[in-house]
Antibody, heavy 122, light 112 residues
Framework: EVQLVQSGAEVKKPGESLKISCKGS????????IGWVRQMPGKGLEWMAI????????RYSPSFQGQVTISADKSISTAYLQWSSLKASDTAMYYC???????????????WGQGTLVTVSS | QSVLTQPPSVSGAPGQRVTISCSGS?????????VHWYQQFPGTAPKLLMY???NRPSGVPDRFSGSKSGTSASLAITGLQAEDEADYYC????????????FGTGTKVTVL
């Protein structure tokens, strides 16, 4: 069974750094893209970034380029999302999800982590 | 903002048929890219509901169906049930400067 297990909720102050994780199991971690999706309180889903753990190929949404850093450690089947200086507007639920091909150019997210709630408040 | 537009809400009585539209453009749905759908209940992670425009993952009831035409796609729920009350999101790929995968704005389905 494919599982993505995310790290627990975080409460941080503005300006602090943070790294959240997503551990995959039940499949070959290096052969599927992993994506991160933001959901702000009461709002919709936003695609942030993706990483291919096999070779660390990375793509960012223009909206999030420079705001976050995505990485992966394939030796422990874990992907990460990190911030160097949090803002109050980063308060949101963050989901990781496995991304698999529907066609040669289109992908979908078939398995999702449980989400990590990040709260940034002074 | 998202490049895929959905109605904020749709509603129907139990047993009725409701449809959710996902309107895109020539750089995403209209370019032939597949559309996928997700269902999300309050406080839980999204769940894949439909992939490749009209394919249901194992375990998804056949009262859910998907279609695509031109620059739009639709998700239909026939025989609406109380347990279908949730948020629904479409997703596709966009070849413009907006990035790679894109989600729709989301639709709240209410069972009257």
């Amino acid at each position: 069974e494919v599982q993505l297990v995310q790290s627990g909720a975080e409460v941080k102050k503005p300006g602090e750094s943070l790294k959240i994780s997503c551990k995959g199991s039940g499949y070959s971690f290096t052969t599927y893209w992993i994506g991160w999706v933001r959901q702000m309180p009461g709002k919709g889903l936003e695609w942030m970034a993706i990483i291919y753990p096999g070779d660390s190929d990375i793509r960012y949404s223009p909206s999030f380029q420079g705001q976050v850093t995505i990485s992966a450690d394939k030796s422990i089947s874990t992907a990460y999302l990190q911030w160097s200086s949090l803002k109050a507007s980063d308060t949101a639920m963050y989901y990781c999800a496995r991304r698999i091909p529907s066609s040669s150019t289109t992908y979908y997210f078939d398995s999702w982590g449980q989400g990590t709630l990040v709260t940034v408040s002074s | 903002q998202s490049v895929l537009t959905q109605p904020p809400s749709v509603s129907g009585a139990p047993g009725q048929r409701v449809t959710i539209s996902c309107s895109g453009s020539s750089s995403n749905i209209g370019a032939g890219y597949d559309v996928h759908w997700y269902q999300q209940f309050p406080g839980t992670a999204p769940k894949l509901l439909m992939y490749g425009n009209s394919n249901r993952p194992s375990g998804v009831p056949d009262r859910f169906s998907g279609s695509k035409s031109g620059t739009s796609a639709s998700l239909a729920i026939t025989g609406l049930q109380a347990e279908d009350e949730a948020d629904y999101y479409c997703q596709s790929y966009d070849s413009s400067l907006t990035g790679w995968d894109v989600f729709g704005t989301g639709t709240k389905v209410t069972v009257l």
